[in-house]
């Protein structure tokens, strides 16, 4: 197919007119990783700690988390209030999340405010300030959270309910909210030992892309993160998963209309670029199978089948822990969830067994390039990429090989992946089984009465 | 730590305005800096236009386009995409409905992606196997959603709010199964003309080929009219609806309809805003509802402006057991700030924050897009975006009262909760 090749040449073009990120290592351990885009003048800034819910245990799940929403609430030198007020009032935008992974804090203002973010960040990750009775008004925040992203959401219950039983050791099994049981009995002082743990800068990154110098911001980072004293973090354990050996399955009953699967496929990750080959063959029967309209599962089981209303797959590579290759499938009007998950598997195993076209590799092939490409408009999601793939133990030079290693990859190789990975060995299957609403009749308008 | 004045806006965006052979409005961004060209198409076609009895046949019009068209079926149209690298999107509002485009600037792959979107626009055939199909999952999707407890709250809501009106609206079960593939031809054939389409688009290509993408784009739709959208009629008397549902928490909506895209308080209510419920962390209804008393997790307000007056909402999501408590809460933060508006010291925070943070609208060839595509719509000037930091700085403290006490009514706020506490 000619378009395929001719975008080829578009991203070689695109790739070589790319500035390469400036890396740095602090004397504290601190490393820091600086990229320069000069398409506009503003800044993101992120720091990522290598700890997230897989470096917790059983009973204080929920805590890394926790311990993200205490780093809002007040420093030895800032008071409560006074991070968000300063970033605010400097135009800037900021904010955090907690992955199974790692935490990362992020900033994003215009470019003459770096040093001030760089110093906010670098105050909280050694002068944090944890009051019991904040703590005690936050885990109340915590659980509302949850209750709005699990607890009345059965579809984000059947992914924790997917993981708890695809994982039989690995910390992978608990959701990174944490089980409500966990948050309840959550003290202070599981915060604060997270925090004495893990928050060091020899366990952190600093990802900044944007408009900037990257001297001058090695500069203010020296001033600002190379004042923090470097600290012993606590001895890492190697997380195996036992080999899995057989599917599973889990069932969920929770209000709903229309039967919905996932599946999830035991897949590894990235560890070596220059060398792996089958987590870039498994990014790519991800996208063929479930990337787009145009991917294998929509064509056969919305449009022809009428099996699904929606269908997607989704498979991340860059990973510290295990990988997995997801699909979600909701039913048609009518369908039960055992038509759905019996055509869900018979077109991947259709992939394991027969192979795909050079057609529809190359047109996943292209999505994912391109992918890359558009990936480039956003600062922010550039800084994720670099972020994510040193946090993961790879290297951020590993951005620029990606799109390489995409194009070297053959049908064979698509087929020898699916083949391996995409069978019920290493299968969990999780099934909404959709409980009715059941509403007690009384939902009536009443007139405001004045109090 | 030093605190400089706030940052000086930079060199604005630059946008090229004219009208196609066919009638319809172009703006251009030119941009070279990446190799990406974004498009958006969007005609006043959103659910507005439905009539109340056939709610949802916007929607699912706009979903027809993509089921096949004179030159390229369904599953060939995807696939063209796809093989393109491009991105197609659908965008569906109150006011809009249409597409948006990213595709790779380099040329082969451009003109694949740009041919079929114009053909989808212009000459879709509306098959009925896929309009089934597409009525069907409509269908199922509108059940769902009436299981789910935010899009139950949000539904209510808006009818509560606009009780004569199209924007409230909504599609049901009952009325999807009343529309017929006549309806959608129908429908196309009166909301996609020339005259209601707005072609947005930025990025790495030069004037002439702008000028022929929005040819190529335009050229064959049928004229068309230019939509009147009713007025919104007074404010219904604010009334509180409680719906039972098996869900942990309340969810708690307020709202009342407000502001228009081009009326004068835009900018005193979208700074005043920022205090009351826009700012995060700086907002009263954030630090009183969840800071102080950990009550919820998110809690807002905000104005979403439309062609005609869109709405004004605080929402808020809390533990069965203590939603009577909060939303008598946030009934007193919203009762206190339209009394008295915020305090000098809020505003002037508001306004650094807004100031300071323009150059972030507009960073990405993404948000400039989104930028643009409104301003086109709505018919705002071109310097609409350019002014921006100055209309902000020049907002006073008066006029955040004024506009407030004139719009919103707190007795006056219709109340949905959902998942009410027994």
Known sequence: MVPARAAFLALTLVSGAQASPHEFTLANGLRLIVKEDHRAPTVVHQVWYRAGSMDESPGTTGVAHVLEHMMFKGTRRFGLGEFSRLVAEAGGRDNAFTSTDFTVYHEQVHRDRLPLVMQLEADRMANLVIRPEEFAREIKVVMEERRRSYEDRPRSLLIESLLSTAFAAHPYKWPTIGWMEDLENMSWRDARDWYKHWYAPNNAIVVVVGDVDPQKVLAWARRSYGALARKATPARKTLAEPAQRGAKRVTVKAPAELPYVRLGYKAPVLRDTAKDWEPFAISLVAELLGGSDAARLHQVLVRERRVATSISADYEMVSRGPGMVFVEAAAAQGRSGAELETGVREVIAGVAASGVSAEELNRARVQLLAQLVYKRDSFFAQALELGELEASGLSFRDADRIAGRLKEITVDQIRAAAARYLVDDGLTVAVLDPQPLNPRPASAVVPRVKP | ?422
């Open chain 2, 1 to 422: 730590m030093t605190l400089s004045a706030a940052a000086p806006a930079e060199a604005g965006v630059k946008i090229d305005h004219w009208t196609a052979e066919s009638g319809a409005r172009v703006n251009f961004v030119e941009s070279h800096a990446l190799p990406i060209v974004d498009v958006a198409v969007e005609f006043a076609a959103g659910s507005a236009y439905d009539s109340r009895e056939q709610a949802g046949l916007g929607r699912l019009t706009l979903a027809m386009l993509k089921a096949g068209s004179s030159r390229y079926s369904e599953t060939e149209a995807s696939r063209r995409i796809a093989d393109a690298g491009a991105q197609l999107q659908e965008n569906f509002d109150l006011d809009r409905a249409g597409f948006a485009l990213r595709s790779l600037s380099s040329e082969a792959e451009r003109k694949a992606a740009t041919q079929t979107l114009a053909d989808m626009l212009q000459a879709p055939l509306f098959p009925v196997e896929a309009f089934e199909r597409e009525k069907a999952s409509a269908i199922a999707n509108a059940r769902e959603a009436e299981t789910q407890p935010d899009r139950v709250a949000e539904r209510r809501l808006y009818a509560l709010m606009y009780p004569a009106h199209p924007y409230g609206f909504s599609e049901t079960p009952d009325t999807l199964a009343s529309i017929r593939r006549e309806d959608v031809e129908r429908h196309y054939r009166s909301c996609y003309g020339a005259a209601r389409a707005v072609v947005t688009i930025v990025g790495d290509l030069d004037r002439n080929a702008a000028r022929a993408l929005a040819e190529e784009l335009t050229s064959r739709l049928s004229k068309g009219t230019d939509p009147a959208l009713a007025p919104v009629a007074a404010l219904p008397a604010g009334a509180t609806l409680r719906v039972a549902h098996p869900s942990t928490q309340s969810h708690v909506l307020l709202g009342a309809a407000a502001l228009a895209r081009a009326d004068p308080d835009y900018f005193p209510l979208f700074v005043g805003n920022y205090s009351l419920g826009g700012g995060g962390f700086m907002s009263r209804l954030l630090r009183e509802i969840r800071e102080k008393r950990g009550y919820a997790y998110s809690v807002y307000s905000y104005f979403r402006p439309y062609e005609r007056e869109g709405p004004f909402l605080v929402g808020l999501e809390t533990r069965r057991d203590q939603a009577r408590e909060a939303l008598e809460l946030a009934r007193a933060v919203v009762g206190e700030f339209v009394k008295h508006g915020p305090t000098e010291a809020e505003l002037k925070a508001a306004k650094k924050s807004l100031v300071g943070g323009f150059p972030l609208r507009i960073d990405t060839n993404h948000k400039i897009l989104e930028q643009i595509a409104a301003i086109g719509f709505y018919r705002l000037p071109l310097a609409w975006l350019d002014e921006f930091p100055a209309r902000v700085e020049g907002v006073t403290l008066a006029q955040v009262r004024s506009a407030f006490a004139r719009r919103i009514d707190p007795e006056k706020l219709s109340i949905v909760v959902v998942g009410a506490p027994d």
